[in-house]
Every structure is written in structure tokens, then in C-alpha cells.
């Protein structure tokens, strides 16, 4: 499966951006779909996932309540909503999938979109 994301860019701290993430084929419900960033200087970390189906959402701690994953299994495609941007919310955004249990490998990875929040 191939992952295109989009949707990135400069945007003042306080607002807001929706990123998007194009799959090429959607693969089993029960798959997980997700999205990391890196910021410069540092590791890849995890941001959020849902499951196709959309019934499972977990988030990191960082980013409950500002950040929100979803899914459209008829377009085949992932959304991170992001609000109240934050400079330290800077980095390249990945979209990723997971075909296996939680703590697997990730299968799949798109090659990111670039968010930078100006102060």
C-alpha cells in the first residue's frame, strides 16, 4: 500500500490545520492506520491512530484533546485535525500503517508533510 500525505504548512501558533493522508488501497478493518511526526533534532515519535473502521482512536498523551485522528474508509483516507498549534508542534508529519498488534512494526509509511508553527 502506498501513503501520500498533504495538507501541511506555516501556520501561526493558535490555529489550526487538518492533514490528510491519500492510502492507495484500504486493507482489513481490523489494520491501524496512524501518524507520527519528527521534529528537527530529534526521534520519530507517535501522534495518534484509528483503526479503519474507525472505531478505535488511541493518542498520545502530548496531544489529547488538541489532535484528532479519523478515518474514510470510502475515499480511503486518514485526517489528523490539529488545534491550538503550538511551536513545539513543528516537525514532518508521517502517515503510517500497522497491520499487526499494538508494539509491531509499522508496514507502511508515506514520506510526510512538513508543519511549521510561527510564535
Known amino acids: 500500500v502506498q501513503l501520500e500525505e498533504s495538507g501541511g504548512g506555516l501556520v501561526q501558533a493558535g490555529g489550526s490545520l487538518r492533514l490528510s493522508c491519500a492510502a492507495s488501497?484500504?486493507?482489513?478493518?481490523?489494520?491501524?492506520m496512524g501518524w507520527w511526526r519528527q521534529a528537527p533534532g530529534k526521534e520519530r515519535e507517535f501522534v495518534a491512530s484509528?483503526?479503519?473502521?474507525?472505531?478505535?482512536?488511541y493518542y498520545a498523551d502530548s496531544v489529547k484533546g488538541r489532535f484528532t485522528i479519523s478515518a474514510d474508509n470510502t475515499k480511503n483516507m486518514i485526517y489528523l485535525e490539529i488545534m491550538n498549534l503550538e511551536p513545539g508542534d513543528t516537525a514532518v508529519y508521517f502517515c503510517?500503517?500497522?497491520?499487526?498488534?499494538?508494539?509491531?512494526?509499522?508496514?507502511?509509511w508515506g514520506q510526510g508533510t512538513q508543519v511549521t508553527v510561527s510564535s
Open positions: 503510517a500503517l500497522r497491520k499487526g498488534l499494538p508494539g509491531t512494526r509499522w508496514n507502511a
Open positions: 484509528v483503526t479503519w473502521s474507525g472505531e478505535y482512536t
Open positions: 488501497e484500504r486493507t482489513s478493518n481490523s489494520h491501524v
